[in-house]
């Protein structure tokens, strides 16, 4: 599937009152991708998507949609974006399946078939029938999710989607939204205050803080770069011999650390530059007799405060759930 | 355009609350019209009160050989002789022409020596005489004046079917503020429920969100206000009989009478009432496009309909003649087309012009609101 660049927004501004909230942003999304936006709350995410699904005006700069300008172009660009944003309010009156036949008699080739099929994929297939007065958050959420794709759009983004979401809930919405992107080659931008789940779902990470662009990476180079130490998490049945014989092996070296977090686990920091000395660490630990039981790399950990470095500010650090 | 429109209609109807309100309004058109059917047995007269009445007035009628004449501003209209008359006209004591001739009879003492008034109302008596005759002339068996169908006369003609009829239809007012609480949330409701934000995140502009919910608005009152209009012909006929179906409304120009049939002439008038009633169901509307709160458009827009004409006269009393551009001068179109108006020079025309003003200014208000307003 080749990718192309179907959201792209330039210099974007805007301002409440004399409030400047959104700072020249410009950013540009591939077809394929899933795309996370991340940053502390009050950041200007929901803003910066409040203008591009036509919800606020846009002070200055443009917004390109598969190609269409959104202001000039409106119908034609709104028609290649499907979205949700802040919390998904649907008609409570109205079941399910009623809400959604609201949306396609807005759409352009919406059939009934393309309806049950959402319904299915989201796994409301039992409750289509009901009320949304009835309905959970997270089965709101998926039936948002729904609504959002039921015309096949190019461009799907969504604000804090797993607000309010159990993990299961989570988990399912991650698969259904990397599959879109995946599969299907929809561009898929998500909104959120969470590294951990960015680092899950996303392909590339746009950092945003008081309403500036601080960079946009994928996920690997993140952690890479913006982080000099790695954490890898050792199970062992004797945590006190493992941490004697890691510091005896880097007595020298001040950037390793060996830290107990319970009685079978130890949280091992070492430099990014002695990452190649691993196997050569856990020959040394099967050696000295000690069981191991597990070895993983604690990478969210690193994101996130990779993410707290890149957003803090003297009066101390963005704010991450 | 029609699928956005579909769509209003969907929500409106799916609503518990307007059930209900729905419910409510159609048990109190039938209540209403049944609470009337039993208030008129009491003054209804029997067939047997009927025949006994035309008895009594043919028997006074057939003896009396005078010759009568009627008179207006010293000029002769009409000299009859009651006997010869009905001898003439093969009139017997059970004719409905009877009681024409019995009210022509009884008017000829109060017109003389009276002079022509247009304004003196319905107790003029050359309209009346004119209304007798032309009863008299064309055989019309059920008849009503077109002040007795605009309301500015008590009576109701000869029969119950035209007033019941009339005041049936009046029940449309009642659907008016139905209607008013529905313009009142068509769009504040979507901002208070959050589904705005659904609402909007489609491949429709604004313009074309707010149009579609002004036409489902007006088109809703519309075939409301028919299907009162039409219901109300089947209901009456079970209630008070088909013979009054046939009534002709005299309507009275100058010397001049042209008779219409009652259920055409009402529609006219109905549809003149409704037009004054959409500016209250706009102003709702409009007020509703930029309110976040939902009571405030319903409740400024029936304080306004209560509350609108009693300013203009209170404008009037102390001479502002400005206020003739104010809607609410301008909302009795019927009286303004008979000429009782309340400012000089204030025509049909005139008051056109103001309405057609304000609803633009109304709509294009709304327009201007929801397509400019941030979310
Ligand atoms: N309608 C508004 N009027 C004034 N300020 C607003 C409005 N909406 C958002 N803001 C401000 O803009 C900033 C960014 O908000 P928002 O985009 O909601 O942040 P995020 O979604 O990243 O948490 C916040 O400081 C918020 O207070
Ligand atoms: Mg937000």
Known sequence: MSTETVLTIEHLNKSFGKKHIIKDLSMELNSGEVYGFLGPNGAGKTTTIKMIVGLLRIDSGSIKICGKDLLKNYEE??????????????????????????????RKGVTQKRIEEVIELVGLSNWADKKISKYSLGMRQRLGIAQAILHRPKILILDEPTNGLDPAGIKQMRGILRKLAHEEGVCVMVSSHLMSEMELMCDRVAIISKGELIEVQTIENLVNENSSTQQYIYQVNDVEALKKLLLDMYKDNEGVKAEQEDERTLVLTIPNELEKDLPKINKAVIEAGIELTTVSHKAAAKLEDAFIELTSDEQGGGQIA | MLN????????????????????????????????????????????VEINNYRERLYDELKDDDKTYEYTIDGEKLWSVNFSKYIKDNDIDDEDPRIETLGSLYHLEKNMK????????????????????????????EYYATDEDIDGMSSGYGSNDFAQAFNMSISMEVLFMIVMVAIAGTIVSSEFASGTIKFYIINPVTRGKLIISKLLAIVSLFIIGSGVIYVLSIPINMLLHGTSGMGTQVLVVKGEDITAIPMLIYSLKSYGITMLGHLIYILMAFMLSS??????????????????????????????????????????????IYKGLTQFPEQTLGFALGVIAVHFFLMILTAYDAFTRREI
């Open chain 2, 4 to 47: 956005l429109i579909k769509n209003e209609y969907i929500k409106i109807f799916a609503k518990t609350s307007m059930k209900v309100l729905l419910i409510l309004f159609f048990i109190t058109f039938i209540g209403f019209n049944i609470l009337m059917k039993v208030s008129m047995r009491d003054t209804d007269s029997t067939d």
């Open chain 2, 290 to 335: 930029f309110a976040r709160n939902n009571a405030l458009a319903i409740a400024s827009s029936i304080m306004l309909f209560a509350l609108g004409s009693t300013a203009v006269e209170i404008l009037l009393a102390f001479d502002q003649d400005w206020a003739r551009y104010i809607i609410f001068a301008n909302t009795n179109l019927t009286g």
């Open chain 2, 113 to 140: 020596g009276k002079k022509y008034d247009p304004y003196s109302g319905s107790g003029n008596q050359y309209r009346s005489y004119l209304v007798y005759r032309y009863i008299l002339d064309n055989d019309i």
């Open chain 1, 77 to 106: 660009a709104m028609g290649n974006i499907g979205g949700i944003v802040e919390n998904p309010e649907m008609y409570k009156y109205l079941t399910g399946r009623q809400n959604l036949r609201q949306y396609a008699r807005m």
